[in-house]
């Protein structure tokens, strides 16, 4: 793979778009019991390859800027999971999120990769607002989406089907000021 197809990077890791040769790794990473705890289950192939289709290669299209992109471990290689930002099913709202495989937890990469798409997020997509949900059990989760910079705003009940069997759902969001002013303090201070 050439580095042209990273769109952004960080210290040990990177995105690119997924592809139709991707979908082989996907369905590998939906069919794990522990992945897909908080992600309301594993899917079959056929629904990762409608996902695949609808969600995710279909969606770059529809919503340049947006989507689930690969996350690649630099040093190896190796795809070690997605990031994402997406409209919350059935609403508006974008939301940034993640998933690794197993063998790619603890070591900070989820962290490391959303902190940079939350930059992303507000100061090349200029989003006014960004969101982030978690099962209420799934606590490293929850404990990311405040590392990388967004606040607790209570509990949500989604109806959409894609949420719907997880309950109340810890939601949390930052605005795009809000989040300026803490990234750059002197800069704001002077914002009339
Ligand atoms: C949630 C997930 C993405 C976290 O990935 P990760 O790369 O291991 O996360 P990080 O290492 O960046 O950070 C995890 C943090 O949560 C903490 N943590 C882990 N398990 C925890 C738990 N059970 N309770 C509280 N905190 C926990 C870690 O200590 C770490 O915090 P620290 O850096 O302050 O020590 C990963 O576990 C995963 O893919 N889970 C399955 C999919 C999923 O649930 N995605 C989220 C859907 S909302």
Redesign the pocket.
Known sequence: MSSSEFWLTTDRLALRRFGPNDQNWLTSLYADL??????GGTKTPAQVEEMMASRILRYYEDHPGLGIWMTLERATGDRI?FHLLNNIHGESTIQV??????A?????????M?RALVAYAFRDLRLARLA????LE????????Q?IGLRRRGERVFTHPAYASQGPMAFFERDRFDWLEQAYPAASSGRS
Do not use: P
Not at 104 to 112: I, L, Q, S, V, Y
């Open positions: 522990e992945v897909t705890r908080y992600l999971g999120g993640f998933a690794l495989h197993q790619a937890w603890g070591r900070g990469f989820a962290t490391e959303g982030g949900t978690a099962n799934n606590l490293a989760s929850q404990h990311v989406l590392k």
